[in-house]
């Protein structure tokens, strides 16, 4: 049974910095691409950044140069380092696996950016 665990997530002020971690159980052979998606409070889930196994990545546009998405395959491991936080990245940070049928969520950590 594939199971994501997040950690990481936090209270910070604008202008600082978190890193997510998700470490990944019950994956043989993680070859899928892995990543973060948030929901913020009335939004829809959106995409913040994705990492395939080879190590392509890919960054939503509000993040792109703020944002750092990096992946530890020995450790089935992402981590999303997040710099220059802004008031609008609140919102609660998944962790994805995308495998070839479907995708596996994590239960999600709170990302709270104060002003």
């Known amino acids: 049974q594939v199971q994501l665990a997040e950690s990481g997530g936090g209270l910070v002020q604008t202008g600082g910095s978190l890193r997510l971690s998700c470490a990944a159980s019950?994956?043989?052979?993680?070859?899928?691409?892995m990543g973060w998606f948030r929901q913020a409070p009335g939004n829809q889930r959106e995409l913040v950044a994705l990492?395939?196994?080879?190590?392509?990545?890919d960054y939503a546009d509000p993040v792109k140069d703020r944002f750092t998405i990096s992946r530890d395959n020995a450790k089935n491991t992402v981590l999303l380092q997040m710099n220059s936080l802004k008031p609008e990245d609140t919102a609660v940070y998944y962790c994805?696996?995308?495998?070839?049928?479907?995708?596996?969520w994590g239960q999600g950590t709170q990302v709270t950016v104060s002003s």
């Open positions: 994805i696996v995308r495998r070839s049928d479907r995708d596996f």
């Open positions: 019950g994956i043989v052979y993680n070859t899928y691409t």
């Open positions: 990492i395939s196994y080879a190590g392509s990545t």
